[in-house]
């Protein structure tokens, strides 16, 4: 698809952006407007072919709104497939037969600051949702072992979500020689004391001393926005975290930036810039980032086996499936945004 075949297709689906009354949260936050695209072009090897795009949540929220999604023509099938039917957003296209096979897929979404204030919070637990007691799933021995550690002195969930965080902070690096966003693999750190990893390693060592203090925690899996050096949009995966609390719901942490901080612009702990970033990345998500899911052990639209995490696309053809993260020459990832009623084109 071209860059006018691509507006022209903006252009027939305004119907489908057309901006819905948020009424006070548009006042209450500063929201900016993206369009996340999909470009795929698959292989013609085999009879047929399959793809599995993760898609922005559809969960909307004080800190993100799905606008809908739209794909061009060229398949024999596609659908998305949202919660609560499918627990991570989910866009499904098959080809059958020979040919091209060759789709963009996009999303508009509109991201806002997230912050959670700490002067409100009771110190006090509470009873859990029974819906949200998979989040609180066995960690391992060895996450149980340091947590029981890490939060000796804590009182309260609070207490020990922050302490958790403080120990994960000061006692993990990022480490660039870590492929994609790291294996997410909180045991084996711990196991091995290798506690080098990118943002999934980190996030879900976070997430499982969380669990194994008994409080809900899951990782959240997105797209991370950067300005590259040529002004446009350039985009990486990176994973957050969250925690639950009785009476305020789940509450927003990204340890992992921190260490990105640190390596990148070869700074220390004892950096005024990084104490401060430490200090708000907990209760905080900046918004160059949309949100895809928090799922681990997925089931996805016909595909046979559970995959670990939906954070990659992947696309079945000539008898393999292929992973996003290992093969990331099937697709690109393109974010616009939106200035106004137009598409900003850096």
């Known amino acids: 698809m071209d860059r006018r075949e691509f507006i022209k297709l903006a252009a027939s689906s305004s119907a489908l952006f057309a901006l819905p009354a948020w009424g006070y949260y548009d006042e209450i936050a500063s929201w900016r407007t993206f369009r996340l695209n999909y470009h795929v072009s698959l292989p013609e090897a085999g009879k047929n072919a399959k793809l599995w795009l993760p898609v922005p949540d559809s969960n909307d929220t004080l800190y993100q709104r799905n606008m809908g999604s739209v794909w061009s023509d060229g398949l024999s099938l596609a659908n998305l497939y949202d919660p609560p039917k499918n627990l991570a957003a989910t866009f499904f296209g098959e080809w059958r037969g020979m040919g091209s096979r060759q789709v963009t897929v996009g999303t508009m979404i509109k991201t806002a600051e997230r912050r959670v204030s700490l002067e409100g919070i009771k110190h006090h637990g509470g009873s859990i949702p029974h819906e949200l007691k998979r989040y609180l799933e066995p960690s391992g021995s060895h996450s149980s072992k340091i947590a029981l550690e890490v939060t000796k002195h804590a009182s309260s969930p609070l207490d020990k979500a922050h302490a958790i965080y403080e120990w994960v902070v000061d006692n993990t690096h990022y480490d660039a020689s870590?492929?994609?966003c790291g294996k997410g693999d909180a045991e084996a750190m711990l196991e091995y004391g290798n506690m080098g990893g990118k943002s999934l390693?980190?996030?879900?060592?976070?997430?499982s001393l969380c669990r194994a203090s008994?409080?809900?925690?899951r990782g959240a899996y997105g797209i991370l926005l950067d300005e590259a050096s040529d002004g446009k949009i350039k985009t990486s995966h990176h994973a957050r975290a969250e925690f639950y609390l009785s009476g305020t719901g789940w509450f927003p942490v990204d340890p992992a930036e921190i260490q990105r901080v640190i390596l990148e612009e070869k700074r220390s702990f004892a950096d005024a810039k990084v104490a401060a970033l430490k200090k708000d990345l907990f209760g905080h998500w900046k918004l160059n980032w949309i949100g895809l899911n928090h799922e681990r052990d997925v089931l996805l639209p016909f595909m046979e086996a559970r995959i670990p995490r939906f954070i990659y696309p992947y696309a079945q053809y000539g008898g393999h499936l292929l992973e996003g993260?290992?093969?990331?020459?099937?697709y690109a990832i393109e974010v616009n945004e939106m200035v106004g009623t137009g598409i900003h084109f850096s």
């Open 325 to 330: 993260s290992d093969a990331g020459s099937f």
């Open 178 to 180: 870590v492929g994609d």
């Open 214 to 217: 008994g409080i809900p925690a």
């Open 201 to 207: 390693d980190i996030a879900s060592l976070f997430v």
